[in-house]
């Protein structure tokens, strides 16, 4: 059974780097066709894909985001991380990590708050 567990700064302010850590437990990044995605949701909106990093290293990004996420691995410890660059109010969330097979999300992190004010 897939575990995650994400960790973070919990406040950031507005146009600095948002970093997020995942840890994983009970499997390996590596492990063939796995993703593992970023996902975050808003005060009072729906979920939205971020990103991901699949078992091969290949990153995919939604565009929405312009270029400022940045999604990388330690294969060494079973973790995966998420760089948010010039944040605003607006990416104020409940941030997710999450993984399966291909484009699934079958496991899920409990989540973390990070709140971008001054």
């Known amino acids: 059974q897939v575990q995650l567990q994400e960790s973070g700064p919990g406040l950031v302010k507005p146009s600095q780097t948002l970093s997020l850590n995942c840890v994983v437990s009970g499997g390996s990044i590596t492990t063939s066709y796995y993703s593992w995605t970023w996902i975050r949701q808003p005060p009072g909106k729906g979920l939205e894909w971020m990103g991901a990093?699949?078992?091969?290293?290949?990153?995919y990004y939604n565009t929405s985001l312009n270029s400022r996420a940045f999604i990388s691995r330690d294969t060494s410890k079973d973790q995966f991380s998420l760089q948010l660059s010039s944040v605003t109010p607006e990416d104020t969330a409940v941030y997710y990590c999450?993984?399966?097979?291909?484009?699934?999300?079958?496991?899920w992190g409990q989540g973390t708050q990070v709140t971008v004010s001054s």
């Open positions: 999450a993984a399966g097979v291909g484009d699934t999300s079958e496991y």
């Open positions: 990093i699949t078992f091969d290293g290949t990153t």
